[in-house]
C-alpha cells in the first residue's frame, strides 16, 4: 500500500518565520541604495514603507505591486519576467543568508518529529521558494533529506502558492492532510480543492478565519497521530 502523502510549509513550521520576513525588508533597503545610486526616486520605497507601518496584515500588504515599481525604475530596459527573475534572486539570498547566520531559528524538534513519521507517510514540500533557492536553504538547514517530494516555484512566477499546489496535485493527487504557516490564500486553495487542512501556528499570529489553528508542537503531533489512512 502507497503511503499517505501529508503536504507542508516550510517557513513557520520548519524554520521559523524570520529569514522571510527579514530578508523581505533588506530588499527594499538594498533597492533603495540601488535607487539612489543611479538617481532615481524613491516614491515606491516610500509609498511600500507607508503601507507597511499601517497594515499588519501580511496577506494584505500586496507588497509584490511595489517590487514591480522599484524593479522598472531599476531596469526599464529588460522584460516583465526577467524582472520578477532577478527580483527574486535577490530576496532568497538574503534568505540563505540569515539562516545561515542564525542557525537557531530551525526547529529541530518539529524537524526529528517528521523524520520519525516517515515510515507512515510522504512528506512533502510545496512552497513558493524557486528551486535553486530552495536547495541553498534546505542544505544550510540540514534538511535535504527530509522531503520526498518537493514542488517548487518557478524563478519567472510571482509569489503564487496557486500556481505550485496546482503542479503538485496534477503530479501526485491530493495530500491527505495540508500544514501551512500564516498565508490565508494556501487555505483558500485548500477549501476550494477539498483538501484538510491546518495551521501550524507556533509563532503566536492572529488565527486564520475557518482553519483549524493549533498553536503548538503537541497539538500538531496530536493531530497528526489521529489521522484515518482511509479517508
Do not use: Q
Not at 500586496?62 to 532577478?86: A, C, N, Q
Not at 534568505?95 to 526529528?112: F, G, Q, S
Request: net charge negative.
Amino acid at each position: 500500500m502507497e503511503k499517505p502523502i501529508i503536504s507542508t510549509t516550510l517557513s513557520g513550521l520548519f524554520i521559523k518565520n524570520e529569514p522571510w520576513e527579514k530578508a523581505h525588508i533588506l530588499w527594499f533597503e538594498e533597492r533603495e541604495v540601488e535607487l539612489k545610486d543611479k538617481g532615481k526616486d524613491l516614491s515606491a520605497i516610500n509609498e511600500w514603507r507607508e503601507l507597511l507601518k499601517n497594515d499588519p496584515e501580511k496577506e494584505a500588504k500586496g507588497y509584490f505591486k511595489y517590487v514591480d515599481l522599484v524593479m522598472k525604475k531599476l531596469y526599464p530596459e529588460i522584460s516583465e519576467e526577467e524582472r520578477t527573475r532577478k527580483a527574486r534572486e535577490s530576496y532568497f539570498k538574503a534568505v540563505v543568508t540569515y539562516i545561515e547566520l542564525y542557525p537557531e531559528i530551525i526547529n529541530r524538534e518539529v524537524v526529528d518529529y517528521f523524520i520519525s513519521i516517515k515510515d507512515k507517510f510522504k512528506l512533502s514540500l510545496i512552497t513558493t521558494n524557486t528551486k535553486e533557492a530552495l536547495e541553498e536553504i534546505l542544505e544550510m538547514a540540514d534538511l535535504t533529506d527530509l522531503f520526498d517530494i518537493v514542488e517548487y516555484s518557478l524563478p519567472e512566477e510571482k509569489d503564487n502558492k496557486n500556481l505550485v499546489f496546482n503542479r503538485f496535485i496534477e503530479k501526485h493527487g491530493k495530500p491527505i492532510l495540508y500544514i501551512g504557516g500564516d498565508r490565508k490564500a494556501s487555505y483558500d486553495y485548500c477549501r476550494e480543492h477539498n483538501i484538510k487542512c491546518v495551521f501550524a501556528n507556533f509563532e503566536d499570529e492572529l488565527p486564520i478565519e475557518d482553519v483549524e489553528n493549533l498553536n503548538s508542537f503537541e497539538e500538531l503531533k496530536a493531530k497528526i497521530e489521529k489521522i484515518n489512512f482511509k479517508s
